[in-house]
């Protein structure tokens, strides 16, 4: 089995965009926008992050309510954004802007709550 061993790859036609051919090598995709651009996971009861990548701040903006902000923004507001939540579902709740992501955590009735165990990864163009 063959090892590389690298710290830096460029793109030899745009220096973003590495093309990675699939197994059967019918399907090629760019690496980069696969990538996830910022994930978070935090204790929404405690409000509080416990890890996470391009998050600049977390904010609780009320009960169920929280906002990340992100280091690196998005080109535009076109992030594609999943939620999740340990006991109850998670929204994202408004169309957010390209720095920052609202997420809502509600229970069974449809009611904002606080959720300890929660978590977003988000994919976009960051600018």
């Not at 309510?65 to 280091?71: A, E, G, P, R």
């Amino acid at each position: 089995m063959s090892e590389i061993k690298v710290d830096n790859l460029t793109g030899k036609t745009s220096a973003g965009d590495i093309t990675v051919t699939s197994e059967g090598g019918a399907a090629t995709m760019q690496l980069q926008q696969g990538l996830a651009k910022v994930w978070s996971r935090f204790n929404g009861s405690a409000a509080t992050t416990t890890d996470s990548f391009n998050q600049a701040s977390f904010v609780d903006a009320g009960t169920g309510i929280y906002q990340i902000n992100m280091s690196n923004p998005y080109r535009a507001n076109v992030g594609a954004h999943t939620t999740c939540s340990g006991a109850y579902h998670a929204i994202n709740r408004s169309s957010g802007t390209a720095t920052q992501i609202e997420i809502g955590t509600y229970n069974s009735s449809h009611s904002s709550v606080d959720e300890s165990r929660c978590s977003i990864i988000s994919h976009g163009d960051l600018a």
